[in-house]
């Protein structure tokens, strides 16, 4: 039973704290409803991108955790970036992988490979200190807490189901540029 | 002529460029800084910068991370951005070629300060990059007017100011620059 992308984020939303969260496609607009804070940055437009935006956060702040929505499509997109996360050994990265299949956004053709692809050994071999698949919220929502402690990176395969809207279907949100900015700001007042 | 540019005048500059950067962050009013060193260098490996890339091996004030990707070394700084580090970006033009929609997307539509620091792998000491027989020398300099970033190459030891000014640019115009290093560093 895959689980709702909008149950997994409300599950985070609950016990995140100060964490930057930085969601990507069809994350994006359920996680701007659900947490509409300065402390998210969403990756539209360069697909890809989200696990890079994260681990320089993660680099820049070491005190704070920073969790990165990332989906398949997109990972798939900048692969190498574990190898480089993995190189980089940010104590404070979780990586959550948001595992659907297809790319949702642009009408659900399949990823290659579809749901056999196994990102959860693509981590571990790419060095993450840690890496596991989760199908049930409730798993989900007892492994929180030590995914918001345990030191990182560590990759989260969430099987989920498609997301109620989509980047295309939704509309909206702050331009990036005004997220980095706000996210920036928030930073630096807290520095 | 251009000549070439020794790897320690190069990594001096950015030592300066980044002491003047983090001077610049205590004024914006950032706390104290969570990390020993300078500032950060993002490099996927340039065949041009490569005596710097070794010397950096050796380096404790600048911070080396090695991108799998363009793409990845833009976005990273992007986010070492937001979190108030200094950044400089080395690699070569093949790799801007390849992170194009990233340059776009994260440093231009981001408004994020980008700083490159980009080889002309096989330029030809006697010719202009623009009139060079590689076409991955002779179309950097186009791709970066089509896309309005501002450059300038390094053509020797005497250039290297424009290090720290394109960094500041790159501050004041809240978007990339880029120098371009003309011949293999030394």
Redesign the interface.
Known sequence: MAMKPEDVLRAVHAVRGAAICIPTMTTAPAWRDIAPDDLSVACVGFMGGASSLGLGLALARPERRVIVFDGDGSLLMQLGSLATIAGARPRNLVHLLFKNGVYHTSGSQEIPGGLTVDFVTMARGAGYRAAFAVGELDELKRRLPGLLKDEGPILVELHTTLAEQTPMTAGGGAPFHEQIARVRARLLAES | MPESIPASLIIDTLKDTFREARAARTA?????A??DHLG?ILSVPDTHQKTVLAALDKEQALRV?????E??AV???????????PVALMIQHAGLYASV??LR??AM????PTFYMIGLLSRERDKAPRESRHSMVRYCEPLLDTFGVPHARLEGPNDVHLIPEYYRLSRQRRGPAAVLVGLETS
């Open positions: 914006e009013g950032w706390g104290r969570p990390h950060w991370l090695t991108c799998a990707t793409d990845e976005t990273i700084a992007a986010g070492l951005h937001a979190g108030g580090e929609n990233t997307g994260v539509d981001g408004r994020v």
